[in-house]
């Protein structure tokens, strides 16, 4: 009856998406909508098809469809595909289509607790637990003390608003126990941008989380909210991490920051590792490692 999929990581671009087909109806729950689908990725630069592309938006020159790669995302799309084929009329957004959003949308949902979708978590916090417990990633996956999914789903709703009234509940999370929701607390924070000043003292004390996952994002909000020097001085903490997934999480960090983060040019160079549990991991490093300091000093 349904067709399901997901994408996490690709590479060195981190996103989490989920998907329903019912054989004509295509839904997707993106749970990173304040990340573009144009996230900078080492291998689509090989297309000389995709250097044009970006001439094109850097000089104003798309609009509509050809547009839509370099901005941020809705939360959920939903596209008839025997009509719309290239997906390109997003139907959440008709009333007519909410009861048909609804059905998918909760198969999307019953479909991530049946198969212990553990997409939710870190990709270090995953490990972290699997470490710790000692048991299986599929034991982690069915087990709602380790990935306490409905929570998570909660929590990524509301990080996932990008609505300022939401701060207050966004500083609730990043108090919570567990720190697989004050991430999304923090993440929800980041997708504000500036608009999450007046979460700024929570997000220092963020800075000294026992997560260094919440640590990272509280440092990229903090960027966003002018507070610079704290943000930067915690990245570079994280650049000197043990845990592979966290310095490429701080890289991806930085790269979104821009040049206000040149000032750890050497730091970034300075990143690479191996860690034979996580060697494409650290084959992604490298890769950042390579490009990132003609980014952050263009």
């Known amino acids: 009856e349904y067709v399901h999929g997901a ?14 087909h019912d054989g004509r109806l295509h839904y997707l729950r993106n749970f990173q909508p304040h990340l573009p689908w144009g996230q900078y990725l080492s291998y689509v ?15 104003d020159e798309l609009s509509g469809p050809t547009a839509r790669y370099w901005q941020t995302k809705p939360v959920e799309e939903l596209y008839d595909v025997a009509k719309d084929p290239w997906e390109t009329h997003n139907l959440a957004v008709d009333p007519a289509y909410a009861e048909t959003l609804e059905r998918m949308r909760q198969e999307c949902s019953d479909w991530m607790h049946r198969s212990g979708d553990v997409g939710l978590l870190s990709e ?28 998570l789903l909660a929590a990524a709703a509301l990080a996932n608003q990008r609505e ?8 609730a999370l990043l108090q919570a126990d567990d720190a697989a929701i004050r991430r999304w607390g923090a993440i929800g924070l980041v997708a504000l941008g500036a608009d999450a000043a007046p979460a700024r003292e929570a997000l220092r004390k963020a800075l000294g989380d026992a997560s260094p996952d919440v640590q990272v994002a509280a440092a990229e909000a903090l960027a ?9 001085r915690s990245l570079r903490e994280s650049l000197q991490h043990p845990s592979p997934p966290i310095r490429l999480a701080a890289l991806q ?25 996580f060697k494409d991991v650290c084959d992604y490093i490298g890769r950042m490692v390579e490009y990132l300091p003609a980014q952050l000093n263009n």
């Open 7 to 20: 994408k996490d990581r690709q590479a060195e671009c981190s996103d989490t998406i989920r998907y329903v």
């Open 45 to 59: 630069e090989n297309h000389a098809s995709v250097h044009a592309w970006r001439r094109l938006r850097d000089a």
């Open 124 to 151: 270090h916090e995953f490990h972290e637990r699997a470490r710790r417990s000692g048991r299986t990633p599929y034991e982690i996956a069915l087990n709602p003390g380790l990935n306490p999914l409905s929570e």
């Open 164 to 171: 300022p009234s939401a701060i207050p509940q966004l500083i």
């Open 224 to 232: 966003a909210v002018g507070d610079m020097e704290m943000a930067l």
């Open 253 to 277: 960090s930085m790269q979104r920051i821009g040049p206000s983060a040149a000032e750890l040019t050497d730091d970034v160079r300075a990143a690479g590792m191996q860690d034979r549990e």
